[in-house]
C-alpha cells in the first residue's frame, strides 16, 4: 500500500519522501521528552523550526517569481507535524497561508523581502484578521481602520485578537477596512505587510489551554503608519483575495488535526498493548478495542477525504471547496474523538503531563474552531453540496 493512495505512483513516491524526511528532523531534534518540554515552557522551538525550514519545507514548491506550493505537498509536512510536534505544525498553517498570498498578490519587491526570509526560516509571518467583536462575521464587524493620509501612506487603528505567532514574528499581514460597507461587507477591506517592529504597534500574549509552543496574541495598532507600498493586492478587495486562499487554510487545518488524531491514536495503542490488568493487556478487553478500531477508522476516513480534497485543490475541480469542508469537519472530528478515547484509554496516566495524550487533547480542540467553526463548515456543505436554502 503506498503511503499516499490514489496519486499517481511518481506523486506517491514524492508524497513518501517528503513524509519521510520530515520524521527525520522531527526524530533528530524533537524527542517527544523535547517537544513536552516546550509545551511546558510555552516557548516556540526555533531551532525545529529552522531546520524544518533549511530542509525546504515551508518552501515547497513556491519561488520568489510567486509559484505557489503544492497542496498534496503541505498536507503530507502538516500531518507529520501535527502527529509530533504540533504547534509547529500550526505555525506552518499560518506561514504557508502567508505563503500563498504573497505568491498571489504581492509584488515583486514585497516577495524578494519577505519570501527569501521566510524560505530561509529567518522570520515568520503572523495573520491579523480575528477581532474581538468578529470571529466568523469579521468582515461586517471589523473595527480596525485604515486611514490614507496626505502623503500616500496609511494609518492603522484598533485591535486584533487571537492572532497565532504575533509576539516573535517578523511580519504581520493585517486586513483593515478602508471604505464603509455600501452592499457587500467584504468590500472595502484591504490587506497590509506591518513589520512587526513598527511604531505603535503592541502586543499581548493570551493565556490559552492548547498551541501552548506557538503563542497566540492579542495586537493593539495604536495610530501604526505605514507606507503605500504596504498595501498587499488590490485595495479594497483584501477580503475577497484571503477568501481565495481560505480553501487551502482549511485543508491544512484538516491536515493538522489528522495528524493530531494519529499521534494520539498510537500512542494510545502503544499503552494499551502494554499496560496490564487481570492478567492481560488492557487492549485484549472489547470496549477498549472497540474504541481504538473506531479512532483507526475515523483516520483513514478522515486521511481519504484530506488526500481527495488535495488533488481536487490542485487540479482546480470545482468540488474542491466541498471536499476540503468535508476534509477539515472529519479530520476535526477524527481528532476531537480519538483524543477522547486515548484519554479514557490512559485513564489516570491521561491526566499526566509526563504523557504527550494530554497535550494532543489540548490541542486537538483548536480546529474544532479554527479557521472557521465546523458549524458554519457544515452550514457551507449542506447549501454548496446538498442544494439545502442558506442557513445563516
Not at 509547529?88 to 524578494?112: D, F, N
Not at 481560505?246 to 502494554?274: D, F, M, P, Q, S
Not at 494530554?358 to 449542506?382: H, S
Amino acid at each position: 500500500m503506498s503511503a499516499f493512495p490514489g496519486l499517481p505512483i511518481d506523486e506517491a513516491e514524492d508524497a513518501a519522501e517528503l513524509r519521510a524526511l520530515v520524521r527525520e528532523i522531527v526524530t533528530d531534534i524533537a524527542t517527544p521528552a523535547r517537544i513536552r518540554e516546550y509545551d511546558e515552557r510555552e516557548a516556540f522551538d526555533d531551532e525545529l523550526y529552522r531546520a524544518l525550514a533549511q530542509a525546504g519545507l515551508v518552501q515547497l514548491e513556491a519561488d520568489l517569481d510567486g509559484t505557489p506550493a503544492r497542496a498534496v505537498s503541505e498536507t503530507v509536512v502538516l500531518e507529520e507535524l501535527g502527529a509530533t510536534a504540533t504547534s509547529i505544525a500550526v505555525s506552518l498553517v499560518v506561514q504557508y497561508m502567508g505563503l500563498a498570498l504573497l505568491c498571489a498578490h504581492g509584488t515583486p519587491e514585497q516577495r524578494e523581502a519577505v519570501l527569501a526570509p521566510l524560505f530561509a526560516g529567518e522570520g515568520r509571518v503572523a495573520f491579523a484578521l480575528s477581532e474581538p467583536d468578529g470571529g466568523t462575521d469579521v468582515a461586517r464587524q471589523m473595527r480596525v481602520r485604515a486611514t490614507r493620509q496626505d502623503d500616500g501612506s496609511w494609518r492603522l487603528k484598533g485591535t486584533k485578537t487571537w492572532i497565532s505567532g504575533a509576539s516573535d514574528c517578523r511580519w504581520m499581514v493585517v486586513l483593515a477596512r478602508t471604505a464603509e460597507i455600501e452592499r457587500a461587507a467584504i468590500d472595502g477591506i484591504t490587506m497590509f505587510l506591518v513589520p512587526r517592529d513598527a511604531t505603535g504597534l503592541e502586543v499581548s500574549v493570551l493565556d490559552t489551554i492548547g498551541i501552548h509552543s506557538l503563542s497566540t496574541c492579542e495586537v493593539v495598532f495604536d495610530d501604526v503608519v505605514v507606507p503605500a507600498s504596504a498595501v498587499l493586492g488590490e485595495e479594497g478587495r483584501g477580503f475577497r483575495q484571503v477568501i481565495g486562499t481560505l480553501n487551502g487554510e482549511r485543508l491544512n487545518a484538516a491536515a493538522v488535526a489528522l495528524g493530531i488524531a494519529r499521534g494520539a491514536h498510537t500512542a494510545a495503542v502503544t499503552y494499551a498493548r502494554e499496560r496490564q490488568a487481570f492478567g492481560r493487556p488492557i487492549g485484549a478487553f472489547q470496549v477498549l478495542q472497540h474504541r481504538l478500531a473506531d479512532g483507526a477508522v475515523a483516520i483513514e476516513a478522515a486521511r481519504g477525504l484530506v488526500q481527495r480534497a488535495a488533488r481536487a485543490t490542485e487540479d482546480g475541480t470545482p468540488s474542491a471547496s466541498v471536499l476540503t469542508a468535508m476534509a477539515k469537519v472529519a479530520a476535526s472530528t477524527a481528532s476531537t474523538d480519538v483524543t477522547d478515547a486515548g484519554m479514557r484509554v490512559l485513564g489516570g496516566f491521561g491526566l499526566s503531563r509526563e504523557a504527550d495524550m494530554q497535550r494532543f487533547f489540548r490541542d486537538a480542540r483548536l480546529y474544532t474552531f479554527a479557521p472557521l467553526t465546523d458549524e458554519m463548515i457544515r452550514n457551507f456543505i449542506g447549501e454548496h453540496h446538498l442544494g439545502l436554502p442558506r442557513s445563516y
